[in-house]
């Protein structure tokens, strides 16, 4: 069975803190694809990265970045210089290899940033 | 930018009521999903649509729930009886289904649903 683990629950950080949240998952297949959503207190889940099981290449965007360790199991999310903006609940997700198989999304972690 | 759209943004019903949450998918997509999110939880997956019917459903989704697309634009979600339960954001989702390059779902903004 496929399963996403976000352990941390809630961090809470200070502006210009750099912060990380981590993502766990478990699946068999050998193909698969894994994401961030975050979600504002507006509500909306908004598509942050897609990573394929065949790229391990790290990603950054801005002051986005994402390391993924296919011998962990982990697809982890970093945010460099955190603002009050990124305060939100942000999800990591699975998809299994078919295009348009659903998504397993993990429990989420709530971040604070304060002023 | 196209987007998917869902109506109405809340929705508050008595238990027993049939609600039904209505969603109109990017005009070229062909492949349609409903998510579930209890307050403070996580999302969860309802139902995906392809090509007039069900392709796979979770265990959430039992008898009382049913999707439709009735008119090639709105994909419908009808709660017949609603429960306290129920109470949840209702996500709506649609991808193109290209066989050729792996499509992201893409997200409406979602209808807050309230029984009472």
């Known amino acids: 069975a496929q399963k996403v683990t976000q352990a941390q629950t809630e961090i809470s950080v200070v502006e210009k803190e750099d912060v990380t949240l981590d993502c766990v998952y478990e699946?068999?297949?050998?193909?698969?694809?894994l994401f961030w959503y975050k979600q504002p207190p507006s509500g909306e889940l908004v598509f942050l990265i897609r990573?394929?099981?065949?790229?391990?290449q790290n990603e950054i965007s801005g002051r986005y970045s994402w390391n993924f360790q296919k011998s962990t199991s982990s697809f982890n999310f970093t945010i460099t210089a955190s603002q009050v903006v990124d305060s939100a609940v942000y999800f990591c997700?699975?998809?299994?290899?078919?295009?348009?198989?659903?998504?397993?999304f993990g429990t989420g972690t709530r971040l604070q940033v304060f002023p | 930018e196209p987007e998917v759209t869902q109506t109405p943004s809340h929705q508050v019903t008595q238990m027993g009521q049939e609600v039904i949450l209505r969603c109109v998918p990017i005009?070229?997509?062909?492949?349609f999903y409903w998510y579930r999110q209890i307050l403070g939880q996580k999302v969860e997956f309802l139902v995906s649509?392809?090509?007039?019917?069900?392709?796979?459903k979770s265990e959430i989704f039992d008898d009382q729930f049913s999707v439709e697309r009735p008119d090639g634009s709105n994909f419908t979600l009808k709660i017949r009886s609603t429960k306290l339960e129920d109470s949840a954001m209702y996500f709506c989702?649609?991808?193109?289904?290209?066989?050729?390059?792996?499509?992201?779902?893409?997200f409406g903004p979602g209808t807050r649903l309230t029984v009472l």
């Open positions: 005009s070229n997509h062909l492949y």
């Open positions: 989702a649609s991808t193109p289904a290209d066989s050729q390059v792996y499509n992201e779902q893409f």
């Open positions: 649509f392809y090509n007039n019917e069900i392709s796979e």
């Open positions: 990573r394929n099981s065949f790229d391990e």
């Open positions: 699946t068999r297949d050998t193909t698969y694809y």
């Open positions: 997700a699975l998809s299994l290899s078919h295009n348009t198989d659903k998504l397993i």
